[in-house]
Each structure stands twice: as C-alpha cells, then as structure tokens.
C-alpha cells in the first residue's frame, strides 16, 4: 500500500514537471523589435534580424516568410539570419516571420511587424454612366495593418458617408481593397465626386472618383449633331440660290457669243466712205 503512494506521488510530480521540462527544452530566438515605416524611410534601409539562442536540438536551417509566404534567396544554415529591406516602401510592409527547421523536431518561428500607413495605388478617375445603369467605382492599397474602409460623397458642403442602407448602395471591403456599387444611377442625385478613405493604426490616405451620369439621349446626341449640321447646309445653299443676281442667270433665247457693238458698225461704214472718195 505504502509502495502504490509512492508511486503515484511520483507520476503526478511528473505531470506537473513535464510542462516545465519542455518549456526548457523548446527554442528560443531572439528577433528585432517591430518597424515603422514612415515618409523618409524610403531612404533607409530597414533590417531584420533573428537570432536562435537555444534549441532541443541541431538546427537543419532558416529562412523567411512574409505575410505567409517564402521569400526567395533566404535560405541559409547561421542561427543569426538577417533579411534587408532596400529602399521600403509601404508595400514592402506586412507580417515578417524567420523560421528555423530541425531533422527531429517541429520548425520554430519569430515573427517581426513592419508597419505602414495605406497607400492608395489603385483607383478610378472617373466614371462616365447613363441614368438607369449601375456604377461601380473601387480602390486598391497597401500597407500593414489592413485598413478600415470608408466611402463619402464630397457634396460641396460636408461629405456624407455612404453606407448599404440605403437599398442602392452597396459597399464591399477586402483587406486592402474596397467596392462600392450604385444601382439604377440617377441623374439629379448620383452625379459627383466620390471619395475612398483608408485608414490604419499608423494613418490615413484618400482618394476621389468622379462620376458623371449622362441622359437617356446622351447616345443620340452625336446623330442628331450631324443631322443639324446637314440641315444648316442645306439651307444655306437654298439661300444662297435664291439671292444669286439676275445677270448671273443665263438666258437661254439669248444668242450665244458676244454681240457687235455699234462703235464698231460705225467704224466699219467710215472705211467705206474712205474707199469711194478715192
């Protein structure tokens, strides 16, 4: 009896050391504090660095990840890796992670955060609809952390936020891009400048669309160009025809050729006189 205690006395102290056991035996790694990129950084370089200090076992090799995908050209055999940022951008920013592979254990892995305000890279201009159509107007950005996407009507007076209560708008948001749908456009209140506003923990940017919805006519109006250009023609010839001078129209019981004047016949008669004197 007394031999069963011991012996479960042992296995419960075993339990409750285990955790500590493998806390001691997991790896340890040592990685840069988080970076932020702000609006000068393009010109310096940003360097991560992780350092493996202790491990249950032999390391095999590491390599780095961004945002849950390899990087290229980073596999190597230190235990100090360090992975250079040339020139960052905001869309170099994301979620860096260094992971190390071993031949008998699973892989560890320290994660480092470079942080970006948005940056607005893609987006409309302008969009040019009938009334009736439906507009869909959209913007694209980048940087870490994902935004948070609003949409306003820059209405001259104060932007109104836009929302899909309204049954015609739609708003569609996608990590670093976002949609905003209008149905059946009307022409006295959907026209104007529409504005996307992307915003993190690390600041905001905006951009605007314009959008213009033309008449039901608006595709008869090049036809109807042409033909009022053909019947101002027409009328300045019937004009111009009925206003020509008289002299200008030819008399067809008229003789043609030009008529002898009487200077002439008088000239004519004196030349015959001349010769009878003679």
Known sequence: MHRNAVMLAVVLLG??????ISAQNEPKINASDQT???ADSSSKQ???QCNLTTAHTRHKESFWMKNGQDIPNTRTEHK????RINKPRADDSGEYMCVYTFDTAPNANATIEVKAKPDITGHKRSENKNEGENAT???????????TWTWHKMDGKSP???????????????????ELNILNLDINTDPGIYECNATNAIGNTAQT????????????????????????LVVIIVVYEKRKRPDDIIDD???VGQMKTNSTNNHKDKNIRQRNTK
């Open 36 to 38: 932020i990129l702000t």
């Open 209 to 232: 669309t314009i959008l213009r919805v033309r008449s039901h006519l608006a595709p008869l109006w090049p036809f109807l160009g042409v033909l009022a250009e053909i019947i101002i």
């Open 160 to 178: 109104m936020e836009l929302d899909n209560s309204t049954g015609r708008i739609f708003i569609t948001n996608r990590d670093n891009y976002t």
């Open 15 to 20: 339990n409750l050391m285990l955790p500590f």
């Open 253 to 255: 019981d008229e003789p």
């Open 137 to 147: 107007l959209y913007c694209r950005s980048v940087g870490y952390p994902h935004p």
């Open 80 to 83: 100090d890796t360090i992975y």
């Open 46 to 48: 940003v360097i991560l």
